[in-house]
């Protein structure tokens, strides 16, 4: 069952170009092993409001990276912020 991942916090409007930036540089990366995407998604009314929203192949693949070490929380932490994680179940799609 495929599981997705919601890392969530507050930019610093004065980082979010480079967190921004930060992110796009890690699309040279090879994804993690049972990543299948990644998106970096903005709230549409507060500007420093981002959720970098990944689908894992299953919870095994996402155990293996362990969430302190995803880059994605580095991200936030190199902005200076403790991202929110939370992970869901993939119950169906279309």
């Given at each position: 069952m495929e599981v997705i991942t919601f890392v969530e916090g507050n930019v610093?409007?004065?980082?979010?170009k480079e967190f921004e930036s930060d992110?796009?540089?890690?699309?040279?990366?090879?994804k993690?092993?049972?990543?299948?995407?990644s998106y970096l998604i903005q709230d549409a009314?507060?500007?420093?409001?981002?959720i970098i929203e990944t689908v894992w192949?299953?919870?095994e693949a996402l155990d293996k990276m362990g969430n302190e070490q995803l880059e994605v929380v580095e991200l936030f932490?190199?902005?200076g912020i403790r991202p929110t994680i939370r992970a869901y179940n993939?119950?169906?799609n279309f």
């Open positions: 610093p409007i004065s980082k979010i992110y796009e540089n890690l699309k040279q990366n090879e993690p092993e049972g990543m299948i995407a009314d507060r500007k420093g409001r981002f192949v299953s919870q932490e190199r902005s993939m119950v169906n």
